[in-house]
Every structure is written in C-alpha cells, then in structure tokens.
C-alpha cells in the first residue's frame, strides 16, 4: 500500500515539492490514509482547538464546535452551520465597470461589464480571498459543495464522524 | 432483406439492446452480472484477453494514421477506435482523441433501434459512415467509420474508427464554422448510411462524398483510413475468438465492461465525498453584430449551471437543469456530445490507466434538459460547433470534482477548469501565384490542441499544452501546418503575457501569433473564442479566471512597403491598449472585444492575430511565492504593473542583470495595503444583495444577460424557483427580452 511521510505530504501542500519529487505522486496509485494525515497537518497548522471533520477550502474547514458542525476558517472566524453556504457571511466585492476589471487583466482581456461581473469573497476575520464567481450581474451566488459527512465517514470510512 | 436474425441466441439485435438496458435498469450492474467470474477464476487470463484486445486497437490506430492524409489525423492524431459490443457498448478503446468513444456507441444503438437489421441488413463485410450529430456525433467534421464484425452467423461487436476532418462541405470552408445556423448550413450529412460492402467503399458513395467537401483528396483517404483500422480490429477480434474460444469472448466483454463500471464507482469513493456539487460556466454568442442572416442576429449568453450529486454507493448524477435555450448559431449540443465530453473528462480525471470503456458511462446518471442548448431535441438546428457550449459547461465538472478531491486530501488532482480550444482561425483561400496556382489551400490549424491547463492545488497550470477533447492534445509543428495553409504564411508566435488566471498557483499560460496572406485571392476568414465572458466557470478556491480573447486584424495594409525598406512590422500585441499593429501599420485595424466572428474577406498583404487561451488559477494570489512571481515576470508570463495590482509584488527591470529583482519591503507594504483595500471596498453579504438585486429589478440587465435569465426560468421550474427564492422574487416575476 503506497503511504507518504507527513513530511513529504506538508511540503506538497506548501507547493515545495520538486517536480520530480510530485510526478510519482500524481501518477501513483493514491494513498488511502491520506485523508487522515492531510487531517493531522491541518489541525497542527490551525491555532484553535476544535476538531477538523472536513477540509472544504485552502482555508476553510468543517470543524465540530459545542456539538455542532460549523464552517471556520483558518484565521479563526466562524461561518456558521455547514449546510448553509458560506458565502453569505462573507465580505463581497463586485467589479462591474471596466475600469476595476483592468486592474487585472490589460484592455479587451476581461469579461464586458454588461455581459459578466467579477465578484470576490473575503473572509471577514483575514481579508484573505476564498472565492470568484464570474457571471451576468444578477446571478444568485453559488453554493459550491455541500458534503454529506455522516455518509462519508460511516459508509466510505466505516467509522462514526467526529 | 435479412429474415435470421443476427444477435446472439436467435434474438434481433433490437431485442439484445431491450434486453441489455433493461438489465441496467433493474439490477444497476451490466447485463445484471453479479460476480467477475472469468476475472476470479483466471485473473491472469483475463487480464491478458484485455492488454491483447486493447494493444490490437492501439496498433490499428498506428498503423491506419499513416493511411491518412489529412495533418489533423496525420500529424497530431485527431483519430481513435474503439471495439463495441453488438449492442453498441465500447469495450475497450485504442488512444488518441476519446471523446468520440461513447459518440459511435450511440450511433450502433442508432442502427439498432431503426431496425438496420432488417433494412437496410447488417451483413459481413458492410460498412456505415456517420457524421450526424443527432445520433451519435460531436460535430459534422468528425466522421465515424464503423463495420460489423460477425461470428459464424452471429454479429458479436463492432469496430469503429473516427477522424476529424479539416472540411465537411459546409456554408464557408473550415470545421467548426461560425455562421452555420441550421442543419442545412453543416456540411453534408451521413446519417449511419451504409457506404460500401464486401469490405469495399462503394464507388457511387466515394464520388458523391469527394463532391461534397472542399478538401475531397483528405476526405477519401481519410475514410480509408478507418475503415483500414476497422478492418484490422476485426482481424484482432477474430484472432482472439479463435484462440479463447466464442464462449470466453462473450462472457468477457461483458464481464468487462461492468468492472469498468465498478471500477469507477471504487475510484469515486476512493477520491471524492457523498454530497452535493454545483459549479456554473458560460459561453458568449455575440452574433447581433457578426450574423448575416437576419434571424440569427442575437446575442446569447449560454447558461450552463452543473450539479453533481455523488451519491452514497459511489455512482453519479450529472444534471444541467437550468441550462439556456438552443439558438441559431453552430453552438447546440446533441445528447451525444454531451456524454462525448462528460466520458472524455471522466476517464482523464477518475478512472485514467484502468480498464476505459462504456461502464463509466453506465456509473453516472444524466439529466441534460430536452429544448435546452444541450438537448435541443430538434434535428433542423446547426450542430456544427457544439463545442462553443460543450468546452466551457465541463469546466463546471472538473470544478465539482475538484472540491471532493481537495477534501480527500489528493490536492495534487484538482483541476478547476481549462482554456478553451479556440482560437479556431479558420478559412481559406485559393492559391493565385507560385506552384499550386488555382488549388485550395484550407487554414484548419489545430495549434488549438494546445491551451492552458487550469492550476491544481499544489502546482501552477500546465502551459499551451492541454486540449479537454484529447488527452494526449499535441499542437503538432508549425511547419506542417504552413504546408497545408500556405496562403497565410506565420510571421510571429511569442508568449502573450497576461493570460494565465491569477492564483497562488496560476493557470497556464498561452502565446499569440501573428500571419499574412500571400499569394491568394478569394480568402475567408474567421475564429471563435470567449470575448464577453470569462471562458467556463473561473478559477478555484481564490484564483481567478484566466484572460479572455479579443480579435485584432488589419486589412489594406503597407506591409510590401514594410517589407521592403525593411522596416519593422508587428510581431503580436503584448500590450492592447498600446498597439504594435497601430504603432507599426497603416492600414485599417478592427480590435473588437468578441473573439467569435462571422467570415471575412482578405486579401493579399492583410495581417491577422490570434492568440491561445490560458487556464484558471487556484488559491488566494497574494499567498503566490514572491520567487514564482518573479520567474512569471523574467518568463514574460505577466507584466508588471498587473503584478503589482494583483499578487501586490514590487520589482524593477535590472538591465544590467537583464532580469527582474524584487523590492522585497515595497511587496510586504502592498501586500499590506491590498489587504486594506479588500476591506475598504467590500460589502456584507446584505448590502451585496440588495445591490445585485436592484440590478434585476430595477432593469439594469443587458439584453444577453436578460435573455438567458428569462430562457432557463422558463425552460426549469426547479431553476426558476431558486431563482426567485434567491433574490425574494414574486411568483409571477418575469423578464421580458423585447
Ligand atoms: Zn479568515
């Protein structure tokens, strides 16, 4: 069965691995106890107690807190209740004049403004951005990935979630 | 008029098809198979039986592309076969361009369900061509060749090989033709039309065909070609039977084809998380200005909202419920290439280096709406380039994917997305000088094989190296292609900086070119890209979505004074809003912000651009290292000024060093400050909503963006009402496009 050090798996996800080093864990078989050692980094990285169930972002993570699952990002703000979509307790910036979309991309290279906008998601504690959504002005905003943890953990993993 | 019938145990081949879906249906598994009894019994055999099979298709595929003559099929192996059971369910696939596996299997289905059988016969030695979208087909350009293959009396599979050619005969020259807006502007049609017996090409069929096309020399030999690998597969399958025996050859391709479907259910529960998926992409169709035709001049937006639910035992629903109306534009889908795409994907994504064949495809559940632009339901349409749609609506798969991968911790696999295969310049003309003076020459490069791959979660995008239809995408050599398209000679190709989508890791990134026509008369030209909407759904997890295209040409220009005195002419356009073409042309220049255009006319001496797509990028750019940054810079991958705006990094040009170098404070200062910005400019998710809503409600939309609200609410009930709950809408609420 392959396995990875948590060593080597930390320095994947800090984009420090070689590319001769990541070519075989790409084209390897997987490592099935990968999810628990991303879980274990993960939980070592972040500054507050509560148990990590769900990675769900480079920042964000289902955690159990008081008997709840709750959305909670690295930084330490709480989101709420996981199967409500994160988004909605988010700081948001619209950019929906040419002028703000030249800020990133050179003349004719971005969306029209009349055709698409450009939003951005905050979060509220860190100001770091966890998500775009480009789309026509007026589009409900995106609820990406709602999991279902106890199917997970009891069905896939056979054992009870956190 | 056959009276036995074919299939296997006295049944018609309609009844083994009633039979083999019905299994499905009922018992989930292929053909209700329980247990792998061949696989437990002898592993080593079957494993054998299936490297055997599937080397036999990969040989044919080798050996036939050397028939061809075409320099899509030729040089870059636009070409792949796949070996199906009778009822049309591929076993086992050669390499090459695999997004036509799953595409011929519902064109045998085809043949099965309109009684083929009975007329116009199935017999020994037949042969089918098909290129008719509406049973089994991506585009018209794609042309399948497909031959029974029979045992004794019994039909026991189907080989079939496809090609993509550079010309179908549609209303202007190329194959993916812009202003295509019905059936009859595609090209010509060969519904599974029977071409040729006893292992022949009819004569009849052959001069029809070769007057048909613009480019009948690559057609006739291209047909040859698979119908070559045909025949080579049938001799494999042949060779097989009689060394395994017939009992073994049945049992096992259908033995083979449920653990193809069990192995995807084992990788999904291996990669992803039960639970629910939902990503949204769009294409624009801008044709108000480009069409000629008066009832084709609207501009559409494609809505193209994806939800996967991956549910407990590992299977799949894929829906596109909410998805926009069909128009009159090449852009439709049929059903078929839909699954083309979704399998095409699946198998580069899930289930690579396993057994690929059919049962991936009987692991996922689809919903692609009837009347919508992915299941129009209504043959008069154009399918001439559902790509336009397809391309963009499974950035929204890879998306979905990408958030159970990231949860299970496998970050080196995600993939949010890739560039769009365009920019498909395309035309032609006639030679009026040198050697081939009054012949075609045809622009059909497939440089396009060649666009950014979007960033996963621990690395940056590949570059100009990724096309989602053919996962072994190679952009072929230039020189090749300027012997086929001799008429527009290249004059540049150079990275264009700026397209890689933002990101901790960016999307790849992609070059720009620059051509003229010489020695020709009578030139088409024209292209497609995204212009007025990102491509797809963006970027992942922070990143943004990469660049989009633009058109830029100039027409009457001085370039044989350029030419002459030497002088400089333009090599690309690094920077739009300060042209070279302006800068170093006279003439007149047309910069538009779409990329899809209608045909134009050129003449000698006129210059087109064009330029590749990038790929979204992943993660929040200000956590991109400060020393990957600096490589993008010295790489000409991005310029400066966007650096400092977007991944807050400060640098100057050393000439002397003749590389960039890093204010490493004047980072941490801006850094600091984008920060501020972010929080001075935001809103709550309140004041967001009500200002986004006033946009709905207060008629601040655009008639595209108006039309393709009012089309999916109309086309979905479920859509519509979280629409309207969404945004706290009345129930009678309606958008009116005049
Ligand atoms: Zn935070």
């Not at chain 1, 075989?24 to 490592?31: A, F, L, V």
């Not at chain 2, 032609?428 to 000088?433: D, F, K, P």
């Not at chain 2, 999916?712 to 945004?727: A, G």
Request: proline fraction near 5%; aromatic fraction near 12%; hydrophobic fraction near 35%.
């Amino acid at each position: 069965m392959v396995k990875y050090d948590k060593k080597t798996l930390k320095r994947m996800i800090d984009g420090d691995l070689t590319w001769e080093e990541l070519k075989p864990i790409i084209s390897g078989t997987k490592d099935p106890d990968r999810f628990d050692k991303i879980i274990e980094i993960l939980q070592e990285k972040v500054s507050w107690d509560e148990k990590i169930i769900l990675p769900i972002h480079e920042h964000l993570h289902i955690v159990s807190k008081d008997g709840k699952r709750i959305v909670k990002c690295d930084c330490g703000y709480e989101f709420g209740d996981y199967k409500e979509n994160w988004k909605k307790k988010c700081r948001i910036r619209v950019r929906d004049t040419a002028e703000e979309l030249e800020e990133f991309y050179p003349k004719y290279m971005s969306c029209d403004p009349d055709w698409e906008e450009l939003r951005e998601y905050f979060c509220p504690g860190c100001f770091t951005l966890l998500d775009t959504e480009a789309v026509p002005p007026g589009y409900p905003t995106i609820f990406n990935f709602l999991p279902d943890i106890d199917a997970f953990y009891k069905e896939w993993l056979g054992r009870k979630a956190p | 008029m056959n009276n036995k019938p074919i299939g296997w145990n006295g049944k018609t081949l309609m009844k083994m098809l009633e039979e083999s879906e019905k299994y499905i249906k009922e018992t989930k598994s292929y053909y209700g198979i329980d247990k792998l009894k061949l696989k437990e019994e002898d592993p080593f055999k079957y494993e054998r039986a299936f490297a055997s099979l599937r080397g036999a298709l990969v040989s044919a595929r080798e050996t036939a592309l050397h028939v061809a003559a075409s320099p899509i099929v030729k040089e870059i192996g636009e070409l792949c076969f796949a070996l199906y059971t009778p009822e049309g369910d591929s076993i086992v696939v050669s390499t090459g361009i695999l997004v036509h596996v799953h595409t011929m299997s519902e064109a045998v289905k085809f043949m099965v369900k309109q009684d083929y059988e009975q007329d116009p016969g199935i017999n020994l030695g037949d042969i089918f061509l098909n290129n008719d979208p509406e049973c089994g087909n991506v585009h018209t350009t794609d042309v399948q060749t497909l031959i029974p293959i029979f045992w004794k009396e019994e039909l026991i599979g189907w080989a079939g090989g496809v090609t993509h050619q550079i010309d179908s005969g549609g209303i202007t020259p190329g194959h993916d033709l812009v202003s295509a807006i019905q059936r009859f502007d595609d090209g010509t049609y060969y519904t599974c039309r029977k071409i040729g017996s006893n292992d022949k090409i009819w004569k009849d069929h052959m001069i029809n065909a070769r007057r048909s096309v613009r480019t009948p020399f690559y057609w006739e030999l291209d047909e040859k070609c698979r119908l070559a690998g045909d025949l080579m597969i049938r001799d494999a399958v042949l060779e097989f039977i009689e060394r395994e025996g017939i009992e073994y050859y049945k049992q096992f391709i259908r033995e083979v084809i449920e653990e193809g479907r069990r192995i995807f259910q084992e990788r999904v529960k291996e990669r992803l998380i039960p639970g629910r998926y939902r990503a949204a992409a769009f294409f624009d169709i801008p044709m108000k200005e480009e069409a000629w035709q008066p009832r084709a001049k609207i501009d559409k937006i494609s809505n193209q909202p994806l939800e996967i639910i991956i549910k407990n035992d590992g299977s799949m629903f894929l829906s596109f419920d909410g998805a926009s109306g069909p128009g009159p534009n090449p852009m439709n889908c049929a059903k078929g290439a839909m699954e083309g795409g979704q399998w095409v994907l699946l198998t580069q994504v899930l289930i690579y280096g396993d057994k690929v064949n059919d049962g991936a495809y009987f692991a996922v559940d689809t919903d692609y709406p009837i009347g919508t632009w992915c299941n129009p339901g209504d043959s008069s349409l154009s399918y001439q380039s559902p790509w336009g749609n397809l391309i963009p609506a499974y950035t929204g798969m890879m998306k979905c994917l990408s958030y159970g991968l990231y949860s299970r911790g496998y970050r080196e696999e995600i993939v949010p997305g890739y560039g769009f295969t365009g920019d498909a310049i395309q035309g032609g003309g006639i030679y009026s000088a040198g050697p081939l003076k009054g012949q075609r020459w045809s622009l059909s490069t497939f440089e396009i094989s060649g666009q950014g791959l979007g960033a996963s979660g621990v690395k940056d995008g590949l570059d100009w190296g990724y096309a989602m239809w053919n996962p072994e995408a190679d952009l072929g050599d230039v020189e090749t292609w300027e012997l086929f398209q001799g008429g527009i000679p290249y004059l540049s190709r150079r990275v264009k900086p700026n397209t890689a989508g933002h990101g901790k890791y960016r999307g790849g990134a992609n070059y720009e070119g620059v051509a003229m026509i010489a020695n020709s008369k009578e030139v088409d030209f024209f292209g497609a890209r995204d212009g007025y909407c990102f491509h797809g759904s963006g970027g992942m997890h922070g990143g943004y979505p990469h660049a989009t295209g633009y058109r830029l040409y100039a027409k009457k220009t001085n370039l044989q004074e350029i030419i002459q005195n030497q002088k400089e002419y333009p090599l690309g356009d690094p920077d739009p809003s300060n042209g070279e073409f302006e800068k170093l042309l006279e003439g007149d220049i047309v910069r538009k912000k779409n990329c899809t255009i209608y045909p134009i006319i050129l003449e000698n001496n006129d210059m087109i651009y064009y330029a590749l797509s990038g790929g979204p990028g992943y993660g929040d750019p200000l956590e991109r290292k400060v020393e990957s940054v600096k490589q993008d810079l010295n790489n000409g991958i991005y310029t400066n000024d966007l650096v400092y705006n977007i991944y807050g990094v400060v640098a100057e040009y050393n000439e002397e060093m003749g590389e960039w170098v890093i204010d490493k404070m004047g980072t941490d200062v801006r850094r600091e400050e984008i920060r501020a910005e972010r929080k001075d400019k935001s809103l709550t998710f309140d004041d967001y909503w009500e200002q986004e809503r006033w946009k709905i409600t207060e008629d601040m939309l655009s008639e595209p963006v108006k039309r393709m609200y009012s089309e999916s609410l109309r086309l979905s009930t479920k859509w519509r009402k979280e629409f309207l709950e969404f945004w706290r809408l009345p129930e009678d609420f309606q958008l009116e496009v005049k």
